[in-house]
């Protein structure tokens, strides 16, 4: 499974962005596609989850309310839409996947991970 994001960049505080995520390789180990971020003082943390076989999502508490996801699934993509952004929003932003639902619910145990994108808020 490869995935890989796009849409990272640098915007004012308030601002929007859209990441997206492609998905290639076996799609059927991707059942569940999560967003995450590496910020200064978090190594990690998950931001936000769908379940491809039927949409269901997740969204974190600290994002909830400004960050979205969704997925088409004709282009194979998952995009996070971030809105109201914040100056500690700033960090490397990676789109992960697995087979477990589970990953989902827990934000946790993600098999495949892409590269990154940078989202740098001033």
């Known amino acids: 499974v490869q995935l890989v994001e796009s849409g990272g960049g640098s915007v004012q505080a308030g601002g929007s962005l859209r990441l997206s995520c492609t998905v290639a390789g076996y799609t059927s180990r991707s059942n569940c596609l999560g967003w995450f971020r590496r910020t200064d003082e978090q190594e990690r943390e998950g931001l936000a989850a769908?379940?491809?076989?039927?949409?269901?999502?997740y969204i974190a508490d600290s994002v909830k309310g400004r960050f979205a996801i969704s997925q088409d699934t004709a282009k194979d993509t998952v995009t996070l839409q971030m809105n109201d952004l914040k100056p500690e929003d700033t960090g490397v932003y990676y789109c992960?996947?697995?087979?477990?639902?589970?990953?989902?619910?827990?934000?946790?145990?993600?098999?495949?991970w892409g590269q990154g994108t940078q989202v740098t808020v001033s």
């Open positions: 992960a996947a697995d087979p477990s639902i589970r990953s989902c619910t827990s934000f946790s145990g993600f098999t495949y």
């Open positions: 769908i379940v491809i076989r039927d949409g269901r999502t």
